[in-house]
């Protein structure tokens, strides 16, 4: 069966630290793979899209890495700021292009 | 302003009542989709439609209905049917199935 897998356990650094979340996915074989923030009580918010023959994806603070044959996107969050404090998710298109989510990564940055 | 809206943000409901929950999107977007997210958990899907007149089931259909006789519109019904309601709910709408999606704010359903 198709699985995307996030650190269940939350992840605290320090402010100014790079923040690394994993998503690992097996069975699927994504064209792209997408990356969104949630902040708690709120609904999801797009942050960024790879594609499969990109290897490396950035926007302002925030780089993703895609490698399809480790089955595996990197993402991370340079200088991180207590605002970056949220629980993110990764999502994989499935074979009937539906949207499948991750169950996410909860980031606390501490100042 | 464009966007998803949600209406109401919260809601409470006696068991066994039908309730709706709106979803209204200005963007212009063919596909919609419903979510739901209990509580640690990821997002599963119920319902999502891909064009006016038409949906499909997600994974939890069960105890669920919508419709979608607006382009800007897809109301979920949760009935009596369905076994645990409780949870937060997500509307989400995006240009086609698969592709970025763009959330609403959520409506969090209680019964009591």
């Known amino acids: 069966s198709q699985k995307i897998e996030q650190n269940s356990e939350a992840l605290n650094i320090q402010e100014g630290k790079t923040a690394t979340l994993t998503c690992n996915y097996t069975n699927y074989s994504p064209a792209y793979l997408q990356w969104y923030r949630q902040d708690p009580g709120r609904g999801p918010v797009f942050l960024l899209l790879?594609?499969?023959?990109?290897k490396e994806k950035r926007k302002e603070r925030l780089k993703v890495t895609f490698d399809t044959t480790l089955k595996q996107s990197l993402f991370h969050i340079t200088a991180s700021q207590p605002a970056d404090s949220a629980t993110y998710l990764c999502a994989l298109v499935d074979s009937g292009y539906a949207l499948n989510f991750g169950k996410g990564t909860s980031l606390l940055v501490t100042p | 302003d464009g966007g998803i809206t949600q209406s109401p943000k919260y809601l409470f409901r006696k068991e066994g009542q039908n309730v709706t929950l709106s979803c209204e999107q200005n963007?212009?977007?063919?596909?919609m989709y419903w979510y739901r997210q209990d509580p640690g958990q990821g997002l599963r899907l119920i319902y999502y439609?891909?064009?006016?007149?038409?949906?499909q089931k997600g994974d939890i259909a069960e105890g669920y209905s919508v419709s979608r006789e607006k382009k800007e519109s897809f109301p979920l019904t949760v009935t009596s049917a369905q076994k645990n309601p409780t949870a937060f709910y997500l509307c989400a709408s995006g240009t086609r199935k698969g592709d970025t999606q763009y959330f609403g704010p959520g409506t969090r359903l209680t019964v009591l």
């Open positions: 790879i594609r499969e023959n990109e």
């Open positions: 963007l212009n977007h063919d596909a």
């Open positions: 439609s891909q064009i006016v007149n038409d949906f």
